[in-house]
């Protein structure tokens, strides 16, 4: 289907790694065996980057994630859950030093903190949340279900660690999923314009957490972009409905479903997981094929 429509409100989309790390190869791709007894007894590791995206915008620069902390690696009571920072170890192992502090990665590409007019925070994983400190003017996107996690008693226990998502001053917006007639979107059960010109729409694509959302960025004269933060840790695997080794794997392969959906609609549908080594590569081929 035709971009038809869209204004280009969207000048360009920038993949960025705030770090990288090491996920087991039972993670990514599955397993049997229960997530505890893989995370324990697994040798077998691969490389990941952690990455995030910056949209330049006509009414601003909206990110999409926030990477990592650097004081994840530095800080040795950064998780203040003990039973967190022994599991920490045998889960990921993570490579982040202080010049790949967000501000400073930003700063790189030419881009400066203080102008991030807002960040949709795909879920509320440490590993996507570590920047919000470096942008406190930013208005903090997440969906409602995603934000109603922080009331259980121990969300630490599904990595989303509260004493750095609640920081004062952080401009935090639970997002409501609006009922839509448009065909392109009525799978999802709803959808959220983030800037109000169609140019970039959220989604929930529950599964990894049950709050995660990908969002559709639209140029209008390159490829449409899914980016998916960790609903898949690579494209094929999801267009192969291939399951990771965490989550609802129900909820992730009805996710799955409506990501296929949407790609019968948009053929060229480019889909940008934030886990995925060839991410970078994939988005500069989207953006080769610019007329």
């Keep these: 289907?035709?971009?038809?429509?869209?204004?280009?409100?969207?000048?360009?989309?920038?993949?960025?790694?705030?770090?990288?790390?090491?996920?087991?190869?039972?993670?990514?791709?599955?397993?049997?065996?229960?997530?505890?007894?893989?995370?324990?007894?697994?040798?077998?590791?691969?490389?990941?980057?952690?990455?995030?995206?910056?949209?330049?915008?006509?009414?601003?620069?909206?990110?999409?994630?926030?990477?990592?902390?650097?004081?994840?690696?530095?800080?040795?009571?950064?998780?203040?859950?003990?039973?967190?920072?022994?599991?920490?170890?045998?889960?990921?192992?993570?490579?982040?030093?202080?010049?790949?502090?967000?501000?400073?990665?930003?700063?790189?590409?030419?881009?400066?903190?203080?102008?991030?007019?807002?960040?949709?925070?795909?879920?509320?994983?440490?590993?996507?949340?570590?920047?919000?400190?470096?942008?406190?003017?930013?208005d903090l996107l997440v969906s409602k279900d995603e934000w109603a996690q922080l009331s259980a008693p121990h969300p630490e226990r599904e990595w989303i660690l509260r004493e750095h998502i609640e920081i004062p001053g952080a401009k935090w917006r639970p997002v409501e999923f609006a009922p839509t007639d448009d065909p392109l979107f009525a799978p999802f059960g709803g959808s959220y314009d983030v800037m109000g010109d169609a140019s970039m729409i959220l989604l929930p694509t529950p599964g990894h957490t049950p709050g995660s959302m990908s969002m559709l960025v639209r140029t209008g004269d390159t490829p449409p972009l899914l980016l998916v933060g960790d609903l898949t840790y690579q494209a094929d695997l999801l267009m192969k409905d291939q399951v990771p080794g965490t989550g609802d794997a129900k909820l992730l392969r009805s996710s799955f479903a409506k990501v296929r959906t949407l790609k019968k609609q948009f053929p060229d549908l480019v889909i940008l997981a934030s886990h995925?080594?060839?991410?970078?590569?994939?988005?500069?081929?989207?953006h080769s094929s610019r007329p």
């Design 276 to 286: 995925d080594p060839e991410t970078a590569d994939i988005l500069a081929a989207s």
């Design 1 to 138: 289907m035709p971009q038809a429509n869209i204004d280009p409100a969207i000048k360009s989309v920038h993949v960025f790694s705030t770090g990288a790390g090491e996920q087991h190869k039972e993670h990514r791709y599955g397993s049997p065996l229960p997530r505890l007894l893989w995370a324990l007894t697994s040798q077998s590791w691969i490389k990941i980057p952690v990455n995030a995206f910056v949209i330049e915008h006509r009414d601003g620069l909206v990110l999409f994630d926030t990477g990592l902390d650097p004081a994840i690696k530095s800080d040795p009571n950064y998780i203040n859950s003990a039973i967190g920072r022994f599991l920490l170890r045998r889960i990921f192992r993570l490579h982040i030093g202080p010049d790949e502090r967000l501000h400073k990665k930003l700063e790189a590409m030419g881009f400066a903190a203080a102008d991030i007019r807002k960040a949709v925070i795909s879920h509320l994983h440490f590993d996507h949340v570590g920047g919000i400190a470096d942008i406190p003017q930013a």
